[in-house]
């Protein structure tokens, strides 16, 4: 009883203020999904989201909607040079490589080559994987690499971090130095699932409560970096765009 107060309470404050919860219902999400998304979405990724559908990790991949987002976001800043921290079966990486130019690139990062395998036919079907250049192997050694040569700085248009959420931080440590000044780091699942207002004795997946408190970690950090302007987008899981304003 408590908590459906507490619930409606929540809606009220909402209301007072003139917000709505845009997404209202699961049948509003597949609204956007059949009306938007899915008859514009290009072939190869209609073919690699049904492939990935049938992996058992599949819950690991970028939403549609989210896919469809990234590919407009990344043609409106016109990204050339970009990387993507956390492949799986390369969902995020085709919207990004099809919507780069022919002479555009991808630094593409994931301790998981076999999961990028799986998709990459796809990839070089549909004529991009010429702009991948895909690294087995935790990003932050690589990331760290590329800190240590000054060239490497300010020379990246978009980065997508989407890999282990206990790791955000470290990243955006080092990426602040690698995105050009005007470029973008979009962080992905920064509202993990809904937990991170999930009410303390919430029943939460292990995984969910073990990574909740870097996420929060890192929606605190986020705001409190004057280097950054942000935008957290009820995308997918949330997705908290960052760009390099110093
Ligand atoms: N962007 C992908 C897509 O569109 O399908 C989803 C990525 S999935 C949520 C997270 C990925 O991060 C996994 O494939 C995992 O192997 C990878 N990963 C986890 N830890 C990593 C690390 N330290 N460095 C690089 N990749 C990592
Ligand atoms: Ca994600």
Redesign the pocket.
């Known amino acids: 009883m408590a908590a459906n107060n507490d619930q409606q309470n929540q809606a009220g404050r909402h209301q007072e203020v003139g917000h709505k919860s845009l997404l209202q219902s699961d049948a509003l999400y597949q609204y956007i999904l059949e009306t938007s998304v899915y008859p514009r979405e290009p072939e190869p990724m209609k073919e690699l989201r049904e492939l ?1 559908a049938k992996h058992p990790w599949n819950i ?3 939403s549609a909607d989210e896919g469809q987002f990234l590919n407009m976001l990344l043609k409106l800043i016109n990204a050339k040079n970009t990387m ?10 085709l919207a990004t490589a099809l919507a780069l130019p022919d002479d555009g690139k991808i630094l593409a ?4 080559r076999e ?1 990028y395998e799986l998709g990459l036919p796809i990839i070089q079907k549909a004529g991009v994987a010429h702009k991948i250049d895909f690294r087995e192997g ?3 050694p690589v990331l760290d690499e590329m800190v240590a040569d000054e060239k490497n700085h300010g020379t990246f248009d978009f980065i997508f971090v ?3 959420k206990d ?1 955000y931080l470290n990243y955006h440590k080092r990426l602040i130095d690698l995105v050009k000044v005007g470029g973008v780091i979009g962080y992905d699942n920064t509202l993990w699932n809904g937990s991170v207002v999930a009410p303390a004795d919430a029943p939460l997946r292990k995984y969910v409560k073990y990574y909740r408190d870097f996420v929060w970690e890192l929606n605190k950090a986020l705001p409190a970096d004057p280097r950054i302007e942000i935008c957290m987008l009820p995308v997918g899981d949330g997705i908290t765009l960052c760009r390099r304003i110093q």
């Open positions: 990935t690991m991949t970028t993507e921290i956390g492949v799986y079966t390369g969902y995020s990486l990062m994931d301790v998981n999961n935790p990003a932050l989407d890999a282990d790791n």
